[in-house]
Nanobody, 125 residues
């Protein structure tokens, strides 16, 4: 069974940092793209970052460039999202996703569409 399990969300003050983790099971993500998207209440889904495993390329939304870093540990089948200089507008449920490629700053659009259940990040003033 394919699973993506996110962890690391929580409450943090503006300007602070958090690291999210996404651990995959049931498939080896070396051949896929893994990424993060987020959805805040009342807002549309927003792609945050994507890493293309086959060549290591990474992509970021303009809203997080310079603040967020995506990385991976292949031995652990885990992808991380290091979030720094957090802003109130970063508050959202963050989801991990896998697909065959990155579409913009998201792992989507290629027909696989694996995703986790999400982890809540709340940034307070």
């Amino acid at each position: 069974e394919v699973q993506l399990v996110e962890s690391g969300g929580g409450l943090v003050q503006a300007g602070g940092s958090l690291r999210l983790s996404c651990t995959a099971s049931g498939f080896t993500f070396d051949d896929y793209a893994i990424g993060w998207f987020r959805q805040a209440p009342g807002k549309e889904r927003e792609g945050v970052s994507c890493t293309r495993r086959r060549d290591g390329r990474t992509f970021y939304a303009d809203s997080v460039k310079g603040r967020f870093t995506i990385s991976s540990d292949n031995a652990k089948n885990t992808v991380y999202l290091q979030m720094s200089s957090l802003k109130l507008e970063d508050t959202a449920v963050y989801y991990c996703a896998a697909d065959y490629g990155c579409l913009g700053s998201e792992a989507r659009g290629y027909g696989l569409d694996y995703r986790g259940k999400g982890t809540l990040v709340t940034v307070s003033a």
